[in-house]
């Protein structure tokens, strides 16, 4: 499984961005797929992940604010990310995990894409 995600840029505090990450592969369907974000100087963190059919997580730090969704049809997962906070700002990546036993490890992810950059204003 290839990954590549897209959509990040600068915003300014309380907007809101919409990141995409497309999968290749015939399989996508079968992966768990996860946001994980890594800010300046800090350990890569988990954001959010979906696993099969409607089942989502989401780190403390974002729920209510972002939203996880995904495409099996167009192998495509994406992060709606809505009232933005400088302390989001950090480069996001999206990763596929099959079977994983704890979601939010990123030791279970199998597969990673390249990062996008998004900054947040004050």
């Known amino acids: 499984v290839q990954l590549q995600a897209s959509g990040g840029g600068l915003v300014q505090a309380g907007g809101s961005l919409r990141l995409s990450c497309a999968a290749s592969?015939?399989?996508?369907?079968?992966?768990?797929m996860g946001w994980f974000r890594q800010a300046p100087g800090k350990e890569r963190e988990f954001v959010t992940a979906?696993?099969?059919?409607?089942?989502?997580y989401y780190a403390d730090s974002v729920k209510g604010r972002f939203t996880i969704s995904r495409d099996n049809a167009k192998n495509a997962v994406y992060l709606q990310m809505n009232s933005l906070k400088p302390e989001d700002t950090a480069v996001y990546y999206c990763?596929?995990?099959?079977?994983?036993?704890?979601?939010?490890?990123?030791?279970?992810?199998?597969?990673w894409g390249q990062g996008t950059l998004v900054t947040v204003s004050s």
């Open positions: 990763a596929a995990a099959l079977n994983p036993r704890n979601i939010a490890s990123m030791a279970e992810y199998d597969y």
């Open positions: 592969g015939r399989t996508f369907s079968s992966y768990a």
């Open positions: 979906a696993w099969s059919g409607s089942i989502t």
